[in-house]
């Protein structure tokens, strides 16, 4: 049967998309279709990106939660942004460190893990100090970096989630299989 609707065919196959799309696509195109607008959802993403690659391991969430609050920003949009770059936050922490200590001429963090085991086993307080030290620097170089990339990504996505609005408007982009979206209606 379909439904009295006879541009619907029982054959119709489910449209099966892949996991990045699942988590990460569609959930921004519900956002559009629930009334978000692409600027905020843009600056959303943008913020959400950059938050997610800072060097402050474990503090995206919070700082993710308190920008989009404090910037009145979409905190779908930025949390899942930030969830999506996690494993970016991860590659990119020894980068920051590296480049940081040698910006703010610092002793270089020793990469060798007998060196650092050594290091903490003689003296553990001045290790403590020493990765602050490293972890701090790598957060200032990581906010001027997001402080130019930010405004960057947003400008850049703010036309393509218009686009992308447009297509919803006209229905390009179906959420819902076409025989579930027709049940649904009747």
Do not use: D
């Not at 054959?11 to 990045?20: L, T």
């Not at 692409?38 to 920008?67: D, E, H, M, Q, Y």
């Not at 020493?130 to 405004?151: G, K, N, R, S, Y």
């Amino acid at each position: 049967m379909t439904s009295g609707n006879p541009t619907v065919r029982k054959s119709a196959r489910p449209i099966h998309h892949n996991w990045v799309y699942r988590r990460t696509v569609l959930p921004i195109l519900a956002l559009l279709r629930m009334g978000a607008s692409p600027r905020k959802l843009a600056w959303s993403i943008a913020v959400g990106l950059l938050i997610g690659i800072n060097p402050l391991l474990g503090t995206t969430t919070v700082f993710c939660l308190a920008a989009a609050f404090i910037l009145r920003l979409n905190l779908v949009a930025s949390q899942l942004a930030n969830h999506v770059v996690y494993p970016l936050e991860l590659l990119f922490v020894i980068p920051f460190i590296h480049i940081a200590s040698k910006l703010f001429n610092l002793e270089p963090i020793p990469f060798s893990a007998n060196e650092l085991f050594h290091f903490a086993r003689k003296h553990p307080i001045e290790l403590i100090r020493q990765l602050w030290q490293w972890e701090w620097h790598a957060f200032v170089l990581w906010a001027a970096l997001a402080t130019v990339a930010v405004p960057l990504i947003a400008l850049a996505l703010t036309p393509l989630l218009r686009k992308l609005l447009f297509r919803v408007e006209h229905h390009q982009y179906p959420i819902l299989h076409p025989i579930e979206h027709a049940e649904h209606n009747a």
